[in-house]
């Protein structure tokens, strides 16, 4: 908990309280939406790794292994890479190093994607996004003053994006 890299210096993780939050969420997906929920094993040596959407962006048959911008981060996607691999999917990696990607700034409506240009998060990477799904759109959306695209934003429903109402979301907006 005390590895895990923050927004806010000094904020601790409260484990007890995140580990119920994730049975209640998990329970919620598998009991009340009767999804198939794969719980990855926790590696102690990397303290992000529970934030899974990072390390790959997946629609439809097809995994795009990110490269995330905090260099801390990137072992994540080699354990990521052998989960998607034991569920056939068609894997793609992002070899260029000189673009960074996390899956919190990919925001898929289901008709297009938007990519945040953030802190974690570049231009290449964005291109490399849109090479891997060529049957949707890409746009991108400056991101300031947060740390991922989806901080303030989320599909709510089906053509349905909530956004906040901070000062960073409503420049995201326009």
Known sequence: CRQALRSAPGAEVD???AEREHQLYVGVLRGKL???VLELPADESLPDCVF???AAVVCE?????TRPGAPSRRKEVEAMKR???SLNLNIVEMVDENATLDGGDVLFTGREFFVGLSRRTNQRGAEILADTFKDYAVSTVPVHDSLHLKSFCSMAGP???AIGSSEAA???LK
Do not use: M, P, S, W
């Open 15 to 17: 484990f007890a309280r």
């Open 34 to 36: 009767g999804l198939q």
């Open 52 to 54: 899974v959407e990072d």
């Open 61 to 65: 048959e097809t995994a795009l292994l």
């Open 83 to 85: 989960v998607l691999e």
């Open 159 to 161: 053509n349905l994006i």
């Open 170 to 172: 409503q420049k995201a």
